[in-house]
């Protein structure tokens, strides 16, 4: 599982880009499924074929990054952010783009009082150019980078890497497809494209599938850093489920449907209530005339930097807990309207 961690987590994807962590995913997930297809959008759907109810569970495959806007004359690049970028986050850190080239995120000094956080507009790519003809040899006006970081594992169960949002969850449902053996109901893993932009490929995929039951999985903040947000979720404590976001309030009856399978797997999971951003099943739930969804949240550190920690864990209870959803008999169970 480490391996595929590493693998997925490392490999380029920001939002619209993701074709290859998309390949590398399917050439995952293929040999324990039925069926992969890539929608319009270019979400990649796994179908794990049954005759009962339609089950839907979505990870994104887009990361956060940026994109080229300006190359100025002496090669410089000015960008804008795709999804979540933060600017204290972004100064130092180093980019790559698609085909490789890597270049770091300079600031401008002069304007900067020191101590204080520079806003996007004052930063710039340095890809090493020496002009502006070099520089649009090497790249393009709409190209866009990934944040970079290695994989690495700080103690046994915890894992560092950049783009752990969303790619664990990838992992996880990779995961849970092998594990799978049986299932009554009729199982679809998706892995979407754009979440980081606004929830997009959920939203098409979703629609298209037209599932009875939608579960996305995705990473939350913890709690329990030095003066962090204020939530009972804490690394190693196991997956959480989500009961509010900014995109979401998830039903009871989804609620209890998902806390009937984690204890059926004797898996103790943390209530979680996010109090910014959104996850795909915000979108699932808002799709047709209403779609039944909810959420499992992976307990994550410094989300949305390339120092992304999780606990291994988490990762396994999650994977438990997927393969318990999807054992259990979808058709049997009613979600309720609230
Ligand atoms: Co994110
Ligand atoms: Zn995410």
Not at 146 to 155: K, R
Not at 204 to 227: E, R
Not at 247 to 266: H, L, P, Q, Y
Not at 288 to 310: K, L, N, V
Request: hydrophobic share 40%; proline share 5%; with cysteine.
């Amino acid at each position: 599982m480490k391996q595929t961690a590493k693998k997925f987590t490392q490999a380029y994807g920001p939002s619209g880009n993701e074709e290859q962590i998309r390949n590398i995913i399917a050439k995952e997930i293929k040999p324990y499924v039925d069926r992969v297809y890539t929608d319009n959008l270019g979400s990649l759907i796994a179908h794990k074929k049954g005759a009962g109810k339609k089950l839907l569970f979505a990870a994104h495959m887009d990361e956060i990054g940026v994109i080229v806007n300006h190359i100025d004359d002496k090669g410089f690049l000015r960008f804008s952010p795709v999804g979540g970028v933060y600017p204290i986050i972004s100064l130092g850190q180093r980019v790559q783009f698609k085909d490789g080239l890597v270049g770091v995120v300079g600031v401008e000094f002069k304007d900067v009082p020191r101590g204080q956080v520079p806003p996007l507009s004052k930063m710039f790519i340095d890809i090493g150019a020496k002009g502006k003809k070099q520089a649009e040899k090497m790249i393009s006006i709409g190209d866009m980078a990934c944040f970079t970081h290695e994989f690495i594992e700080l103690s046994p169960d915890r894992w560092v890497s950049k783009a752990m949002d969303d790619r664990i969850s990838c992992v996880t449902l990779t995961e849970a497809a092998k594990k799978l053996k049986k299932s009554p109901n009729d199982v679809y893993f998706v892995f979407t494209v754009q979440e980081e932009v606004g929830l997009r490929g959920s939203k098409t995929s979703t629609y298209s599938v037209n599932p009875d039951l939608g579960i996305a999985v995705d990473v939350t903040g913890t709690g329990d850093t030095p003066k962090g947000y204020t939530m009972a979720v804490e690394l190693g404590k196991g997956p959480a489920l989500k009961m509010m976001d900014h995109s979401i309030v998830v039903t009871e009856g989804v609620k209890n449907f998902m806390k009937k399978a984690a204890d059926k797997a004797k898996i103790s999971v943390q209530p979680e209530i996010l109090q910014f951003g959104g996850t795909d099943a915000g979108a699932m739930q808002v799709t047709r005339g209403g779609i039944p969804a909810g959420c499992i949240s992976i307990p994550t550190r410094y989300i949305h930097s390339p120092g992304e920690m999780i606990d291994r864990n988490d990762l396994e209870k999650a994977v438990q807990w997927v393969v318990s959803i999807a054992q259990m008999d979808i058709g049997k169970h009613g979600f309720g309207n609230n």
